[in-house]
């Protein structure tokens, strides 16, 4: 048997981090200071519903994450509802704008041609959108040095109406961080793993049921029945060492010792936990100078089922920027709204922000009827902000004091903040903890 292991934090990375720690032998203790696992990806009740803490949405490139879901023995089908990629968007008018992927053609083709047929758009505005996907295709999706994306796509030559139709929202959507400050190669890097390897990376997964459910209940119970102890409601308040390294854990009274500790909770956390020695003063000012945006999520509940023109519908011009037709998760009378990063809305109450946003999807979409109910969702740190240059704030999985190890999206990774980098850091912290 290998050494004792124990997990702050039964989030996503905490549990993918996790369960490839045991498939290796080890022996593995979660402490989860919340009552659920899930961390920032976790179900909630809405009514007799249950739901996201706020709509998530997964898509094909995230091979990391269905590797980890075939290895807790499910299938994809048993899970996920595919749909071939549709970003359009309602702009007010008659006219729809956005991209239609050609579901036919091998990666990269079907980009290419779904650019030079965009709805909304004119034959300009489709050969220069064309004209940067093959630029940074040549560059290999790699910049020389970060900058922020609005400058690299006007340096490019992309106009103002194609930023504020196409690349804006798809930067809000996979970053959550506007344009003008978001990182170019971040934002790049979505674009390689997604759009230029196989045509089924493109591919949006929607979830059956409530996000809870995908993984961190199956996780969990795939856990516990190798012997796995999971403490939910146990917050960490020290991390215990030596001259040596790392010896275990403090939760109020009580000690949890062990030979490894992975920090798998939020940034805060993190910050929060890290012992104050000199040789993790590097690590600790990196992670003070990461900051993190927030997303809001509205819930509108309707009498009848509801009947988006796509599953994912974009509003441009209004606070709402994403719909989600959530019959396709089993919940045919909730629409989710999705709001990416800041802006005014934060400063709104529930009740104005409520209104507001049933005021907008009933203008563009007026076959609606209006909601019987709604809930607000703020997780006013959803994400890091994924700014240009943050990369060399992003800490590695090990950190310099033997035993301790770091586990999350917002560490050094090519993702931005999404589920897919939070599986794909515990996996690789994982897995330099049985290398070492």
Request: aromatic letters at 8%; proline letters at 5%; a neutral charge.
């Amino acid at each position: 048997m290998n050494s004792s292991v124990i997990v702050i934090g039964g989030g996503w990375a905490g549990l993918s981090c996790a369960v490839e720690l045991v498939a290796a032998g080890y022996q593995v203790t979660i402490l989860e200071a919340a009552p659920q696992l899930g961390g920032r990806a976790r179900g909630v009740r809405f009514g007799e519903l249950m739901v996201d803490n706020g709509q998530h949405l997964l898509i094909g490139a995230y091979h990391h994450t269905l590797e980890l879901l075939n290895k807790l023995e499910y299938q994809e089908y048993e899970l996920f509802s595919r749909l071939p990629l549709r970003l359009l968007s309602n702009d007010g008018s008659d006219t729809q704008t956005g991209l239609i992927l050609a579901p036919y053609l091998p990666a990269p083709l079907n980009l290419a041609w779904g650019l030079l047929t965009m709805q909304g758009f004119d034959w300009s505005a489709r050969f220069s959108a064309l004209r940067f996907a093959l630029r940074m295709r040549l560059r290999a999706f790699t910049l020389s040095e970060d900058q922020d994306l609005g400058s690299l796509l006007r340096d490019c030559g992309q106009s103002t109406e194609l930023i504020h139709k196409l690349w804006e929202p798809l930067c809000l959507a996979t970053l959550n961080t506007p344009f003008e400050e978001a990182s170019a190669q971040l934002f790049l890097n979505v674009l390689r793993d997604s759009f230029s390897r196989h045509t089924r990376d493109t591919d949006i997964l929607l979830p059956y049921g409530d996000i809870g459910q995908l993984l961190p209940a199956r996780a969990s119970n795939w856990l516990k029945l190798r012997g796995v102890n999971i403490f939910t409601g146990r917050r960490v308040t020290r991390l215990l060492h030596n001259a040596g390294g790392i010896t275990g854990v403090t939760c109020g009274e009580q000690e949890y010792l062990a030979d490894q500790v992975i920090l798998a909770c939020p940034l805060e956390e993190s910050r929060r936990l890290l012992p104050k020695l000199p040789q993790l003063s590097t690590l600790s000012e990196s992670l003070q100078a990461m900051g993190s945006y927030p997303i809001t999520t509205i819930y509108l509940q309707y009498a009848a089922p509801i009947h988006l023109p796509y599953p994912l519908y974009g509003l441009l011009g209004t606070h709402a920027q994403w719909l989600v037709d959530r019959s396709h998760c089993g919940q045919p009378n909730l629409l989710a709204v999705v709001i990416s990063g800041p802006g005014s809305h934060m400063e709104m109450t529930r009740e104005e922000l409520a209104q507001t946003i049933i005021a907008e999807v009933a203008e563009r979409l007026p076959k609606l009827s209006q909601p019987l109910d709604f809930m607000i969702i703020k997780e006013k740190r959803a994400t890091f902000r994924a700014l240009a240059g943050v990369n060399k704030y992003r800490p590695e999985n090990q950190t310099p004091l033997t035993g301790l190890w770091l586990a999350g999206d917002y560490t050094r990774g090519s993702y931005p903040a999404t589920l897919e980098g939070a599986v794909q850091s515990g996996v690789q912290c994982a897995r330099l903890i049985i290398e070492h």
